[in-house]
T-cell receptor, first 114, second 114 residues
Framework: GQQLNQSPQSMFIQEGEDVSMNCTSS?????WLWYKQDPGEGPVLLIA?????ELTSNGRLTAQFGITRKDSFLNISASIPSDVGIYFC??????????????FGKGTTLSVSS | DSGVTQTPKHLITATGQRVTLRCSPR?????VYWYQQSLDQGLQFLIQ???????AKGNILERFSAQQFPDLHSELNLSSLELGDSALYFC?????????????FGPGTRLTVL
């Protein structure tokens, strides 16, 4: 089945630093979504991308939908302690057997020291 | 708060038992998705409903079933429970269930099978 490769698996940074993480796929996606999950909570939608090449910002977060439609990245600028959590990329392939379900990456665990 | 509600928050039961997880989608959303999150498998799609009808199936075991009611709330039924069914179960909703549709996740139900 389709898989998403998300990297890095974990990051340890200082407060104020910028962060970058990315996801790649072996197949084309129609939509890329980025979520953040805190322990014991549900994933919270951060950014949604719908067009190849699209660059979208949400405060200090910026994400891009790759031109090939097989990758996406998320940048966080000037990190703060509340950025700590697990960040997931999710892709929505063309509708098929799995309908419009999302395929998730394994997550990037972000730790921020002040 | 995503607007998606799930009950119960925690569920502890024994092997061989049956449980029901409940989800209410965001107001106006017609589609409900169920996902399972475990440490080794990550977030995996189980099943999708749209306006009361099953739309797509993922890696859902035959021991698991779901339905969406006329008021659009959904229930996930897990039977003959095994230790390996212990996981976080999330419900997500989207407006139409089509492509380019953002999915919003509930807080999840943590199932522990002893």
């Amino acid at each position: 089945g389709q898989q998403l490769n998300q990297s890095p698996q974990s990051m340890f940074i200082q407060e104020g630093e910028d962060v970058s993480m990315n996801c790649t796929s072996s197949s084309i996606f129609n939509t890329w979504l980025w979520y953040k999950q805190d322990p014991g909570e549900g994933p919270v939608l951060l950014i949604a991308l719908y067009k190849a090449g699209e660059l979208t910002s949400n405060g200090r977060l910026t994400a891009q939908f790759g031109i090939t439609r097989k990758d996406s990245f998320l940048n966080i600028s000037a990190s703060i302690p509340s950025d700590v959590g697990i960040y997931f990329c999710a892709g929505q392939p063309s509708p098929g057997q799995a309908g419009t379900a999302l395929i998730f990456g394994k997550g990037t665990t972000l730790s921020v020291s002040s | 708060d995503s607007g998606v509600t799930q009950t119960p928050k925690h569920l502890i039961t024994a092997t061989g038992q049956r449980v029901t997880l409940r989800c209410s989608p965001r107001s106006g959303d017609l589609s409900v998705y169920w996902y399972q999150q475990s440490l080794d498998q990550g977030l995996q799609f189980l099943i999708q409903y749209y306006n009361g009808e099953e739309r797509a199936k993922g890696n859902i075991l035959e021991r698991f079933s779901a339905q969406q009611f006329p008021d659009l709330h959904s229930e996930l039924n897990l039977s003959s429970l095994e230790l390996g069914d212990s996981a976080l179960y999330f419900c997500a909703s989207s407006a139409s269930g089509g492509v380019n549709n953002e999915q919003f996740f509930g807080p999840g139900t943590r199932l522990t099978v002893l």
